[in-house]
């Protein structure tokens, strides 16, 4: 049974940094286009604001929550377009305070959860840990976006094991999610992380192996860069597939990334 406390820490320290990213932004700045498809730096915050809403829904009224997965239901390819959309209208002082507001209030019903509960979301039910471990890995990877958006690039920490385990964890999932059959067995995946520890998963002996920077697997699982462009590498046929389509999030894949030198 996971204790929650040291994701949310470093839950609250992502979402500080990030914060500190845009606090200062003029509205001109708010309104510059992101590397998401018509989404404005206004699109991705308000686009956490909107999900900590969602998240904290799940976590402390499920039959309200369960109304919110129908509207998604209804409308899969849309629901979360629109939920930034509307959040994004809104005068960047008051995106900014209900995103602090909302973090705030899904970090204290996460702490207060009792030991053991389960929540459900769009994916499987979570855990607190894992849903804090979600909200981590969506906080740096909007952030990305935001940091792309105004030309700024941000110091890795080892927050990234939390982002690297889902996506670790998230394996066959990506596949599920292409109507594809997983394969059978683990993987061992081996990621440097920002401090030059090896992160391990997954079977010393398997065949199947995924070697590189931790920074770069990240920026893979949450499809922020292009295979292309990272350091990460495979070793087998099936690691080889899976660097193609992974994801750590849920929900439709997206277009992703295209490679920096696509179209030159």
């Given at each position: 049974?996971?204790?929650?406390?040291?994701?949310l820490?470093?839950?609250?320290?992502?979402?500080?940094?990030?914060?500190?990213?845009?606090?200062?932004l003029?509205?001109?700045?708010?309104?510059?286009?992101?590397?998401?498809?018509?989404?404005?730096v206004?699109?991705?915050?308000?686009?956490?604001?909107?999900?900590?809403?969602?998240?904290?829904?799940?976590?402390?009224?499920?039959?309200?929550?369960?109304?919110?997965?129908?509207?998604?239901?209804?409308?899969?390819?849309?629901?979360?377009?629109?939920?930034?959309?509307?959040?994004?209208?809104?005068?960047?002082?008051?995106?900014?305070?209900?995103?602090?507001?909302?973090?705030?209030?899904?970090?204290?019903?996460?702490?207060?959860?009792?030991?053991?509960?389960?929540?459900?979301?769009?994916?499987?039910?979570?855990?607190?840990?894992?849903?804090?471990?979600?909200?981590?890995?969506?906080?740096?990877?909007?952030?990305?976006?935001?940091?792309?958006?105004?030309?700024?690039?941000?110091?890795?920490t080892?927050?990234?094991?939390?982002?690297?385990?889902?996506?670790?964890?998230?394996?066959?999932?990506a596949?599920?999610?292409?109507?594809?059959?997983?394969?059978?067995?683990?993987?061992?995946v081996?990621?440097?992380?920002?401090?030059?520890?090896?992160?391990?998963?997954?079977?010393?002996?398997?065949?199947?192996?995924?070697?590189?920077?931790?920074?770069?697997?990240?920026?893979?699982?949450?499809?922020?860069?292009?295979?292309?462009?990272?350091?990460?590498?495979?070793?087998?046929?099936?690691?080889?597939?899976?660097?193609?389509?992974?994801?750590?999030?849920?929900?439709?894949?997206?277009?992703?990334?295209?490679?920096?030198?696509?179209?030159?």
């Amino acid at each position: 049974m996971a204790d929650p406390t040291p994701v949310l820490d470093d839950l609250r320290a992502e979402s500080d940094e990030l914060d500190r990213l845009v606090a200062e932004l003029s509205p001109d700045q708010w309104a510059l286009v992101t590397p998401a498809p018509r989404w404005t730096v206004a699109h991705q915050i308000a686009h956490l604001a909107w999900t900590d809403h969602a998240a904290l829904l799940a976590v402390t009224d499920a039959e309200a929550f369960g109304r919110e997965v129908e509207k998604a239901l209804a409308a899969p390819d849309g629901f979360v377009d629109e939920g930034a959309e509307g959040g994004a209208k809104k005068p960047p002082a008051e995106i900014l305070a209900g995103w602090r507001a909302g973090r705030e209030a899904l970090a204290d019903a996460l702490r207060a959860a009792p030991p053991g509960a389960r929540f459900p979301w769009y994916g499987p039910p979570m855990s607190a840990a894992s849903m804090a471990t979600a909200r981590l890995m969506e906080t740096w990877a909007h952030g990305q976006d935001v940091a792309d958006a105004l030309g700024v690039v941000r110091t890795p920490t080892d927050r990234l094991r939390h982002v690297a385990r889902i996506g670790v964890r998230a394996r066959d999932y990506a596949y599920g999610v292409r109507g594809l059959t997983p394969p059978v067995g683990e993987f061992r995946v081996e990621l440097v992380g920002p401090s030059g520890d090896t992160w391990a998963y997954g079977p010393e002996g398997a065949p199947q192996r995924v070697t590189g920077p931790a920074l770069d697997f990240c920026l893979l699982v949450t499809r922020r860069a292009h295979r292309a462009d990272l350091a990460v590498r495979a070793e087998g046929e099936d690691a080889d597939r899976w660097l193609d389509i992974a994801q750590a999030f849920a929900g439709p894949p997206g277009a992703g990334r295209a490679a920096k030198g696509a179209g030159s």
